[in-house]
């Protein structure tokens, strides 16, 4: 089902529904939440993803999980092809599907198997092609490794603050005492009120918001050099091994990835 809104389809009687739409740069989808788990895959251009617990980007080829239930709201950052799979509560139950929110890799086999669900008819036999298809796509789903591509938010709103700062100049330099001093805390409760709303310290916080931000402007064209100077990084290398670290490939290989899909 090609540039097919869901909401026609929520109570499809089928448990995995797959759709296709394409959308203009800039495109917002406000806060919203679906009855469905739903797998977001961007095919083409990168998605941001909020919610009230982070901040989520999902490169090309990549895909998120946002559970039922939970309010998101996503940003298309560029003109994206996104294909989703809509998951219904009992198959979510019977492979184990994820509880929360998160960026996963994208298997060449899975990406295949989207390709050819979302032409399925919306009525699929479900002891056919295409129910075997369906059952084949969430169990692949299920086993994808998941991706560091999230930077979790505090809901204290001095750290809030303090977080989306550095989201719109974010930077690899960015110290715990000037951040702290901004919060209008000391470092000592900064540090340990930090860890406590979001699960990490502030320096991996950090490394985690600078790597999105190079991920957008990667994607946006801007040379590797620029990008990891920009960010503060010492020299071009040491944002590369960060990379890599995360993504598994230079930002160099990444770029020429994007530009040969």
Excluded: K
Excluded at 157 to 177: G, H, V, Y
């Amino acid at each position: 089902m090609r540039n097919t809104l869901l909401d026609p389809f929520e109570d499809l009687p089928r448990a995995v529904v797959v759709t296709a739409n394409d959308y203009a740069a800039g495109s917002v989808f406000p806060d919203h939440a679906h009855r469905r788990g739903q797998f977001a895959f961007a095919s083409r251009g990168t998605i941001s993803l909020t919610t009230p617990e982070g901040h989520w980007l999902v490169p090309p080829q990549r895909a998120c999980w946002v559970p039922a239930g939970v309010a998101h709201a996503m940003a298309m950052r560029g003109p994206v092809t996104m294909l989703n799979v809509f998951v219904a509560a009992e198959e979510v139950a019977a492979v184990q599907l994820p509880t929360r929110c998160g960026v996963y890799a994208v298997s060449a086999l899975l990406r295949h198997l989207m390709d050819d669900a979302v032409d399925l008819p919306a009525m699929y036999d479900l002891d056919a092609r295409g129910g075997r298809l369906m059952q084949l796509l969430v169990a692949e789903i299920a086993a994808m490794p998941r991706l560091s591509l999230h930077a979790p938010l505090p809901r204290d709103p001095r750290l809030l603050r303090a977080c989306q700062q550095l989201f719109d100049a974010p930077s690899i330099d960015a110290t715990l005492d000037e951040v702290a001093v901004e919060a209008g805390m000391s470092r000592r409760t900064f540090t340990r009120q930090f860890r406590a709303e979001t699960g990490v310290g502030f320096a991996e916080w950090r490394q985690q918001a600078c790597l999105l931000a190079a991920i957008e402007r990667l994607g946006a064209g801007q040379p590797v050099t620029r990008v990891a100077l920009d960010l503060g990084y010492a020299s071009p290398s040491a944002f590369s091994s960060a990379f890599r670290r995360v993504l598994g490939e230079s930002p160099s290989r990444y770029v020429q990835t994007r530009r040969a899909m």
